[in-house]
Structures are given as C-alpha cells and as structure tokens.
C-alpha cells in the first residue's frame, strides 16, 4: 500500500481533463501534474486516497517525446499554464481526446459525430484580458497570479500569454502605487485600497482599458490616469472598480471613469463591439472568430428566428443576425446587456433585441408563451446549463440547438440531456481558444428528430 513520501518508478500512460499525467501503481492511479504521455519518472507520493493518489516528479528517468521546452520561469507555480512542458501538437491530442472521453464518459455516446479540432494559430501573446492580484512584501507592491488552488500571489513580470504592453502597464502601475505609499489589500484583515489590475485589449483596434479594482477611490489613482494615459497612447479607458466587499469575487457593482472613455472597442466577426469592464468578452479573439464562424456554419440561421442565451455582449447574436430574420439575446449581467444594445446600434442592427434576465427563467418564460425559435445558440458557463433551461429549450421545440461549451463534461451531460429529449447530435467540434492551459471549447449542433 503506497504511503505519503514513497517514492516509485510510474510510466505515465494518460493525460486527465485537468492536465495532469496518469500512470498506474499496484492498481492504483497516480496523478502527476507537468508529465507527458511516454514519461518515466521517479514519482515522489504526496497523498493518498482510498483508490487513487497525488505525486509530483522527483526526476524524469526517460523522457516522452512529447517533451519540449515553450518557455516561462514561473508556469509551475503560478497555477495558469498547464502544458508548457509538451509541444503544441501532443496538447492538441491530448484536448481532443478529452472531449471525446467526455462525451462517451458522461454522456454515454457511443458514436461521437466528430468535425473537426481547430487548433490555435498563436501560440502565445494571444490573451486580449488579464486580471492580476496585488501583493505587498517588505513594503514592495507587485503583481502576478494566484498559485494553484490558493490565494498566494506568484509574482510574474511577464505572462507570455499577454500582450508585452500588459507587462510594462503594470510596472507603471505598481511604481506609481509605491509613490504614493498606497497599501494593498489583506483578505485575511479585510483592510487595505488595492486589490486588482484589470486589463483589457482589443484585437484589431489595439485600444486598451486600464481598470483598478480598489476598495474605495483615492486622490492618487486619478493622478495615475492622467499620468499612465501620456504614457501609453493606446490607453482609452481607465477605470477605478470599488469593491469593498469581503469576496473572492474581482469585480465590485460599481465603476467610476478616471481617464478617457468607460468603454473599449475591438472588431469581432466584422462588428464593431464595445466592451466595459464587466463585459463577457472571449480572451482570445483571434479563435473567438474562428468558434463563431464554425457556430454559425451549425446555426445556417438565414431567414429564422433565433434566441441567444447568455448572450454576454451580443457578439455571437449579432454576428448570425445579418442573416437571421431575427435575433432575441437573454443575459444576466446588465453591463453586458446595455453593451450588446449599444453593439447592435453601433453596427446599425435593427433585428436584434437584448434582454437582461436569468437564461432559465427567461427559457421557461418563453416556452410558457408558446414562443418558437426557429435557432437556440446557447453558451453557458463552465458549470453548463440547468435542468429548466434545458427543459425549457426543449418545450420551445427549435429545429436546430448549437450549443457553445467552455467544459466538455458539463456539454456532454447537457446534450445527453438534450438526446433524450427528442434531439439528435449531428456535429461536434473542438476550438482550442486557451493554448497552454487544460482548457477547451467545444461547439455541438443538434437537430430535432423527425
């Protein structure tokens, strides 16, 4: 029986959802984050459970010829990166895998009427967005992201997944917020002004927004947007965030413009979209477009009615509208909802309408009223669609479903869902929109069986 701080020899045989290697010991499973498929190691135990247990890598005895060296000092630690230790094309196989486990595991599907993986095109400096948590030591603020699986600052100079310019703003900002002797928020004490920086790009237009998520306003960071506006030209907005709550949460109710516009705008799909800092926006806009020309080739929405839910900032709906008859996008966030209106005036789009309103309530409201769609695009989060929205969906009876997944298990239970409701999974594709990472989008359109 393995003890904690045993160490054995593992050959890692698979790769789970979460990044980490599998291999096999006595008939017990061992997960060993930042190994490849064909690693041998000398595996150190760091816990065990009743069937299965955790290890980390004493030393690598034979290598996987997955290997291969992308580069970051502090991937291990900072709890973002999970693949840099492989290459691009043994990360692929390894997401387009978990997709289809998922889809057999959870949802019970046997055959997986697989498209097409669409991998990304860059690798790197692909993120369009950064949030990163402050920290102070020694009287020095810095800034960073938190290590995996807690709120302990690992100080990053310079993501390789951000643009170079997320990097030399932050140095700005954290050298001005040492001029001015201001102190960083404590979660443990609840006291302290600074608690993020918050920094959005757009893809095409290259303007960026500034936001300072604090805990109430103070002299000093108006000063520090006239002073970092002068300094970086493609700065339009910036942005003070009050959150003075006692949350893990980043983003307070409240924002107040300190320099420039409260908005930024990018090109997405052809449309012009204006982004606040609120907005549901894909980080990674380049694939985005790629995800949503795939979702509107399932869609084939010309001529019909079509429902968005969780619409974020209408950009999906307002990509199909041109062709559609008509567009009704439903999302919870109010910032995001005014946006999306604001997005379709701006683009001079009169057949969409955004409501702000919870998906299921919005879903089951609209099946009460014998509303038909003939299209559902739906793109919830991580945690998928609940039973009412399903349900809902279903009472509605559109001929087609295409439904847009950051989380393949809570797709695949969504459309087992789906399947056993009098719908049938035609297609499923795999976008890779968060090289480096676990993570994967996966777009599925459902027809209703005839």
């Not at 509107?296 to 010309?302: G, I, K, M």
């Not at 001079?348 to 919005?362: L, P, R, Y």
């Not at 769609?373 to 991580?382: K, Q």
């Not at 509605?396 to 409701?421: F, G, H, W």
Request: with cysteine; aromatic share 8%.
């Amino acid at each position: 029986m393995l003890k904690k701080n045993d160490e054995i020899q593992l050959e890692i045989t698979d790769v789970n959802s979460l990044g980490s290697g599998v291999g096999r010991y006595e008939d017990m499973a061992v997960f060993v984050p930042m190994t490849a498929i064909g690693d041998t190691i000398l595996c150190r135990i760091v816990k065990v459970c009743r069937s299965y247990c955790y290890g980390i890598i004493s030393s690598v005895i034979t290598p996987s010829p997955d290997r291969y060296d992308r580069g970051c000092d502090v991937y291990k630690k900072c709890g973002g990166c999970t693949f840099r230790h492989i290459s691009y094309e043994a990360e692929k196989r390894i997401k387009l895998k978990g997709i289809q486990d998922a889809f057999r595991r959870v949802g019970g599907f046997e055959q997986i009427p697989f498209d097409v993986f669409i991998g990304c095109e860059d690798t790197d400096r692909y993120r369009n967005k950064a949030q990163y948590p402050l920290a102070q030591k020694d009287g020095r603020i810095f800034c960073g992201f938190f290590s995996a699986h807690s709120h302990r600052v690992i100080e990053c100079d310079d993501c390789l997944l951000q643009p170079k310019i997320f990097s030399e703003i932050t140095a700005f900002c954290t050298g001005s917020f040492m001029e001015n002797h201001l102190s960083v928020y404590n979660e443990e004490s609840g006291k302290g002004l600074l608690r993020h920086i918050y920094i959005r790009q757009g893809h095409h237009t290259k303007e960026i927004m500034v936001c300072i998520v604090a805990t109430g306003r103070h002299k000093a960071l108006d000063r520090l947007a006239k002073e970092i506006m002068q300094r970086f030209p493609d700065i339009r907005s910036v942005v003070l965030n009050i959150n003075p709550d006692r949350t893990n949460v980043i983003l307070g109710k409240e924002c107040i413009t300190l320099g420039g516009k409260d908005h930024i705008e990018d090109i997405m799909c052809e449309n012009r979209i204006r982004l606040s800092p609120h907005s549901f926006y894909q980080v990674n806009t380049a694939q985005a477009e790629r995800l949503y020309e795939k979702a509107a080739e399932y869609a084939d929405a010309a001529g019909t009615e079509l429902l968005d839910l969780y619409c974020g900032t209408g950009t999906i709906g307002l990509f199909m509208a041109r062709q559609a008859k008509s567009v009704t996008g439903v999302e919870i966030v109010p910032q995001a909802v005014d946006n999306a209106k604001e997005n379709a005036r701006i683009n001079g789009i009169e057949n969409a309408v955004f409501t702000c309103a919870d998906a299921a309530k919005a879903a089951q409201d609209y099946a009460k009223r014998g509303k038909h769609p003939d299209v559902i695009i739906t793109d919830p989060p991580r945690k998928g669609c609940d039973e009412l929205t399903l349900s809902s969906m279903v009472k509605m009876a559109p001929k087609r479903i295409v439904m847009v997944s950051c989380n393949p298990q809570t797709a695949a239970r969504d459309i087992k869902y789906l399947t056993e409701n009098g719908y049938e999974m035609q297609k499923i594709s795999g976008v890779d929109l968060y090289a480096g990472t676990a993570h994967v989008e996966t777009v599925v359109c459902l027809d209703k069986k005839k």
